[in-house]
């Protein structure tokens, strides 16, 4: 058991399974998020991030997006004003390669330690304890959060120093979205070559060459049931944060700029669904929708 004292930036499905994942391995938790709102009954919310900072050994920040993180580490309300020196700050967030460095360089100069770790998996592994952690931080600091980083994964990944955590984050995050953007490509053509509508998503469960996690996105595809696990907006401005960086790299991405507009044209109808929504739309899109003003 510990005494120690976890604050949240950001408590939504993802923070919420994390944070119920922390008090049974014995921590407090407490929540700071933007709109006040709390997300369970066990979890106190602060009304400033300063305020959870100042109460708080350790942080996780858990946003959704660069201009989240500054808006609630900065200004007189911000994490940086109430943060004691030698707090742990934990980043989950997906956010761009820049970002992180910014975010490091500004604990830093507050004296505080700063953990780059954004996590692989949604919500049934956050529920289960059992993401993948990956980390960019100096052993020391590593070290210190790894109880932490154990009590909300099965695996912590060190990638290297602060920012690896960020671009490891990336790759795979890249490699989801792409791989959805093909099998979606290929079942639209299955479907529109007369496939059966049933033995097509039947086969793609049985074999070798679809991950597991995409199996899951099929078969949510098969029912027509999209309620999100990792929504299409956020899988959306991770692609968009990949093709940035990759451009800054002069790296070689066409197949996930593809994806990557793909995934900004679901975003536009199926914002807050799952990023499998993508499958449903060009399903729809190959599959002849009778006129109901058409004569018989």
Do not use: W
């Amino acid at each position: 058991m510990t005494e120690q004292k976890i604050g949240f930036i950001g408590y939504g499905a993802m923070g919420a399974l994390m944070g119920k994942n922390l008090r049974k391995a014995g921590y407090g938790v407490s929540a700071y998020t933007p709109s006040g709102r709390q997300q369970d009954a066990e979890t106190p919310v602060v009304k400033t991030a300063s305020l959870l900072a100042a109460q708080s050994d350790i942080l996780i920040l858990c946003v959704p997006n660069d201009a989240a993180i500054f808006a609630t580490v900065e200004g007189a309300e911000g994490v940086l004003a109430g943060a004691r020196a030698g707090t742990l700050i934990l980043n989950t967030s997906t956010i761009s390669p820049e970002a992180t460095e910014r975010l490091d360089a500004l604990a830093r100069s507050k004296e505080l330690r700063f953990v780059d770790s954004p996590m692989s998996g949604s919500t049934p592994e956050a529920e289960k304890g059992e993401l993948v952690m990956l980390v960019g931080a100096s052993h020391d600091d590593l070290e210190a959060a790894r109880p932490v980083l154990s009590a909300i994964g099965k695996l912590s990944i060190h990638a290297g120093a602060v920012g690896a955590g960020t671009k490891l984050k990336l790759v795979i995050n890249g490699i989801m979205g792409a791989t959805l953007n093909v099998i979606a490509e290929a079942v639209g053509y299955g479907l529109s070559s007369g496939l059966d509508r049933a033995m097509l998503y039947e086969a793609l469960a049985q074999v070798a060459v679809v991950s597991p996690h995409h199996k899951r996105k099929l078969a949510s595809a098969e029912r027509g049931d999209f309620t999100a696990q990792f929504p299409t907006r956020l899988m959306s401005k991770d692609m968009g944060l990949l093709v940035s960086a990759a451009r800054r790299t002069h790296a070689f991405c066409p197949s996930i700029a593809v994806a990557d507009q793909a995934l900004a044209l679901s975003s536009k109808r199926h914002a807050n669904d799952d990023y499998a929504a993508l499958l449903g739309a060009i399903e729809k899109s190959v599959v002849h929708q009778p006129d109901p003003t058409e004569k018989a």
